[in-house]
């Protein structure tokens, strides 16, 4: 089988190339899946270089999330048969055929293309941990999603309209606001370049947002502290400005709002009882056609560098994706 291979850590995607290798057999409770499509996720772009947390050791194929059909089941393996359309999280998606943990693996929902099925759990399980869990976030409440063209950042427009909030969609972009505003109808969208504090207190009537949706971090987490409601809740998701912001606390007595970190997969690890409900919540949102991920572009496995790139360069509306079946 063909696969993309980290084989040393270095910037520019150096140590990365696509070769053959043999074709891996599943072992128990593992199932072995043609791989139809591959998510792409910054922490792939991370862990090229070694920026990452999960540090796999070298060397090792990258990719969170894939979808596809169960072409192997190991010993014990009795949810799938060979020919099932699946979907779910892996460590080795960018491959024609990934081995995966059986308990992983979901069903494809019907309603959703391979596609965007390979790019729906790690965006809608960290927006709903973020928004359901740690935020609570109720019917009105104004909701600020920054970065909200990316693939976190559209799920949470998505699933905080689901929930029944007012949805402001924050990008740098005029372009991207414009398809979001098309295919998602937020209550505002706000282009964040020169600052944005005004323009939101001025759409929530001078409160400011409830909850504020931040994986940008840097300049965008300094500024947010300035526009959030008293009582509100800021979700850090990541720093995908590349500058941990820091927080003088004094801001947070004085404006009463408190700062949530939130790592979906962790929280489900810690609580493993809500991790699952989380996991069902999601994907039941997904076989009754309520959610909306978008797939923005789908590259062969030969165009693997363009594809994370779209993601460096923020070029992209949703979720990227790499076809290795092309």
């Given amino acids: 089988m063909r696969a993309l291979v980290v084989e040393r850590l270095a910037p520019d995607y150096a140590g990365c190339v696509v070769k053959k290798l043999p074709v891996p057999e599943p072992g128990p409770g593992e ?9 792409v996720n910054f922490p792939d772009l991370m862990q090229t270089r070694g920026e990452h947390q999960h540090k796999p050791p070298l060397p090792f194929t990258p990719g969170m999330e894939l979808a596809g059909e169960v072409d192997a089941v190991g010993p014990g393996v009795t949810d799938f048969v060979p020919g099932d359309p699946v979907a779910g999280g892996a460590r080795n998606a960018c491959a024609e055929f990934a081995i995966v943990p059986a308990a992983q693996l979901r069903r494809k929902p019907q309603a959703l293309t391979f596609a965007q099925a390979a790019g729906y759990p790690v965006a809608y399980l960290t927006a709903y941990v973020a928004l359901v869990r740690a935020a609570n976030v109720q019917p009105g409440e104004w909701v600020l999603v920054h970065g909200a063209a990316g693939g976190v950042g559209l799920a949470a427009v998505d699933l905080a309209k689901l929930l029944g909030a007012k949805v402001i969609a924050a990008s740098a972009s ?3 606001l414009k398809v979001i505003a ?5 209550d505002a969208t706000i282009n964040v370049a020169g600052g944005f504090r005004e323009r939101v207190k001025e759409i929530t009537g001078g409160r400011g947002a409830d909850v504020i949706y931040d994986p940008v971090g840097g300049d965008v987490f300094d500024e947010s502290t300035r526009c959030i409601a008293f009582g509100g809740r800021i979700l850090a998701i990541g720093f995908t400005s590349g500058r941990l912001p820091t927080l003088p606390v004094n801001i947070a007595l004085i404006k009463g709002f408190s700062v949530h970190g939130v790592r979906a997969g962790e929280y489900g690890r810690q609580f493993p009882d809500k991790g699952r409900e989380n996991t ?5 949102l997904a076989e009754e056609g309520r959610v909306k991920p978008r797939v ?4 062969p496995l030969d165009e693997w560098r363009e594809a994370f790139e779209t993601l460096a360069r923020r ?5 990227t994706i790499i076809r290795p079946d092309l």
């Fill in 31 to 39: 199932v072995r899946v043609r791989v139809r499509a591959a998510a």
């Fill in 174 to 176: 005029d372009a991207k």
């Fill in 182 to 186: 098309d295919e998602y109808a937020p």
């Fill in 280 to 284: 069902e919540a999601i994907w039941k």
């Fill in 296 to 299: 923005d572009r789908e590259f």
């Fill in 315 to 319: 070029t992209v509306v949703g979720k």
